[in-house]
């Protein structure tokens, strides 16, 4: 059982939360409930009703209305119903304890003191928060399929005649504190980001959160969208482990460069500034990390000494050390009384971490961080800065480097969350369940086969087809054959002028993106002569937002442009270029690290 976060947080305006009334119907508050708001033990029985009764599933999807398929299906495997809270203000302890036990309610351990709620209740009260003893209490309850939940008591002691009285009149009615909790399951920096924004998406906002370093765990709080189908009007997310960089992204404190918080006091324009210029040694710091295989001989639950990982690591120990200092201010390790340890960010510097980045960082800080400084000449020129180093296009340059290339598809590998709600996706579905003969999926330039091991691993109805230069097939065999999807696969060596016709769903997975838009006029004219009547073709890219919102997609954009020549795109541009070539833009859905799903098919 977990205890609360020890943070300090916004405190919500008057439009807070309400909770749910009754356990037949939890979803909307009674008139009889209502009429009696000055009950504790009839709220603290709505809401383990409403706790013992609900679906995740069916839950989220009326906390974000608008939230199904395969979006809602990803977000239930990723985070479960596990509490609703309730603020309740007993005349002492023993009649708390009545009303708990009216409910069917019993405590597995002893009331702990609530600081976030404390303090939420001074700063809205005006009262010092050391007049306000408040106390949390998860008493357990079994859910629909005997699951373990809570219902989160937070209690305020109100003797008869107190001056505290006013306080509880006001916050029976309005409920600020009553929200409704999810626990992450697989809680990485990757999947927080998606689950942050998916509510976003859907009209949740950002309402504090905090980290409990007693407990290792990180909290985000949101405000619910307006048209919510539940009488609640908050709701948490709770992720095991240290993610304070992700924390700092939600609270609105955006990281000057990367994993920089902006300067206290205000806008310091000089400051921020010079915080900005220091991005190259960001890239840097992680680059060394991952070179030095620090996340190897690192852990995140025991402390290893400085002069200890020096030794291990074989490097200077001051040198390390100010390494260190550096990284725990970006959220990559953190520094306790036992030394240092490695966060849920570090971990996936660490090879043998699955999901590991430690590739991208390779690259980033290498081969791409040493074109960035020829960005100028890109901007002048219209030349991508890669070609300017080197004298020639970096496709043709990895591939001479063998190392090299085998970094490169590596790094693509990287990134390979982002497929992670794609074979869900209908059009996937619908060839896997189509009567008759078996359907088969064409990957164009699919690299070592990461995309289409996890469709043909999702369907085992399904056959596909890789099309990739010929050094990298022999990797992409390996890779299948690993997953048990290699013997549905056929492979084909060649470029996009190869593309094999007859396939019922095209796959083209951050290809697009690497072009000019006449060079993707050729490959999609290569796509559409090869694509049957019925086929379809999905295409995978981040999107450029229609507006100024901040998006992964206009980092990558300045990336593509200075190392390939390419471009990231919005939807109409894409619809555009679908177009020329008979194909029309079906809808696209949104996947993690800010890809999207475009689905393609002849009118």
Known sequence: MRSEPRFTMPATTASATRPPTTPSTPTAPTASIRANAGDDAERLSATAGFVREQDTSVLLSRVLPGLDGPELRALTDQCRFAHAAVLVFPPDEHALGTDLAACGLSLDGQAQPSVVVRDRLAARHRRDPADLDVRILRPVVRGPADERRAVEVFALTVPPGSGLSRIAEEERGLDHEAH???????????????????????????????????????????????????????????????????LTEHLGRPLASAGHPRPPGGPQPAETLLWLLTGAWTTQALAACARLRLPEAMNGHTGIDGAELARAVGAHPESLATLLRYLAMLGVVSEGPDGFRLTGVGALLDAETPGSMRPLALMYGGPFYESFAHLAHTVRSGRPGFEHLHGE?????????PELATLFDQSMA????????????????????????????????????????????????????????????????????????????????????????????YLLSRVLHDWDDDRCRSILRHCADAMPRHADLLIVERLLPADTAPSLATAWDLHMMCNTGGRERTADHYARLLAEHGLELAGHTPLALGAHALHARRP
């Open 414 to 505: 990287s990134s390979a969350v982002m497929f992670d709600l794609l074979p869900a996706h209908p059009v996937l579905t619908a060839a896997a369940t189509a009567p008759g003969r078996p359907r088969t999926v064409v990957d164009i330039a699919g690299g070592t086969g990461e995309l289409l091991g996890r469709i043909l691993t999702a369907h085992p109805t399904l056959r596909g087809v890789l099309l990739e230069r010929p050094q990298v097939l022999a990797a992409a065999r390996t890779y299948l054959a690993a997953t048990g999807a290699g013997e549905r696969c056929r492979y084909r060596a060649g470029d996009f002028a190869d593309v094999p016709p007859g396939g019922d769903v």
């Open 180 to 246: 409704l909790a999810f626990d992450v399951a697989r809680p990485d920096p990757l999947v927080l980001r998606g689950l942050l924004a998916s509510f976003a998406r859907h009209g949740a906002t950002a309402d504090g959160g905090g980290y409990n370093p007693h407990e290792d765990g990180t909290v985000f709080y949101f405000t619910a969208p307006a048209d919510t189908k539940t009488a609640y009007r908050r709701v948490e997310l709770y992720a095991g482990g240290d993610h304070r960089d992700v």
């Open 393 to 401: 296009n970096h496709f043709d340059h990895f591939a001479r480097d």
